[in-house]
């Protein structure tokens, strides 16, 4: 079976980066810092593709590697000497802010793809889809609306599919509609293993793992369902965890019966507060938003100075989490 791509609405753009990749032989990709499944997946899975369609152009992928996702991909960096005549593609990045590798502004030719609300507008071309499930996704859809031109390989497909796993939790959060059902059927027809990467994206390190314990066991719930923890300096020193491990536990409070809403808070060097927020219902990337943050209606970031901001954002999302109705079964 062929699938065709069901997003037409965005035909004219992906036809326009479509040409616009066609015309530079040097093209740079970039994707937001502390980087997730997605934002590899997206980022690497369009440089395998436009590798495998177009050999001889040349492709880097930009940003700091993240040991944890190694597995995935490593970056192929660029030189600073490169963006005189490149085109950069920013994947799954909402703001400039939160671009990882800087020199992205080395270049004046710019696309952006994101699946993230649109609250910062850059790019001479910018393509956002909020309803897919993922930057994957929007990268795989892109492959299936031109699949008679563009040339999918078994390194792409890996990547795009840890990318979709990644951003649905194993198609778990509501982002997951029937269309990326399709798209990683398409994706699975490669042969790659999806069980040794599903196994692989699952695994813990065993200071994880100890981290989960002490979030299970420290985690408080307020009578309105929001949920936090925050997790100090001294704490993550003595569980010898960095910042970038909290990865394995976000989702975790998610399962306890009765929490809506939830916050992990953990202490930076420099002393303040990376935020990350979760939700099942009540909308908090507004309330990031207030707070040096953004993202996803139930998923999002922000950043907070010390405890007293912390308990701001408890209180709006406690008022969030007040207002909400959970959908019926
Ligand atoms: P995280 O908790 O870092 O996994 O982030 C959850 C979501 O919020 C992701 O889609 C991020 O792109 C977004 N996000 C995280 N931090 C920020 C921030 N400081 N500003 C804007 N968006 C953010």
Redo the contacts with the bound molecule.
Sequence with gaps: MTLISMNTADYDTKLEILNTIKKWETIIIHR?E?P?PD?LGSQCGLAELIKGTYPDKKVYTAGFDNDNLAFLQKMDPPKKEDYADALVIVT????V??IDGKAYDLSENWIKIDH?PL?DSYGDIEWVNTKASSCSEMIADFWLTFRDELVMTTEAARLLYAGIVG?TNRFLYSGTSSYTMQISAELMNFPFSHTALNNKMNVIKPPVAKLMGYVLENFSVNDQGVGHIILTQETLENMDIGDKDT?GI?SLPGSIEGVKAWG?FVQQVEGHY?????SKGPVI?EI??QH?????PL?????AKDKSEIEQILGQMTEAAEQWTPEAL
Excluded: F, P, Q, W
Excluded at 92 to 95: E, G, L, P, Q, R
Excluded at 274 to 278: A, G, Y
Excluded at 292 to 296: E, F, L, T, V
């Design positions: 937001h502390r997730d934002a799954d990045t909402a703001n802010k939160r993230h609250d951003d990865n976000v992990i990376r935020c990350r927020l979760r990337n990031a938003k040096d943050g953004g993202g996803h998923a999002s970031g922000a950043n």
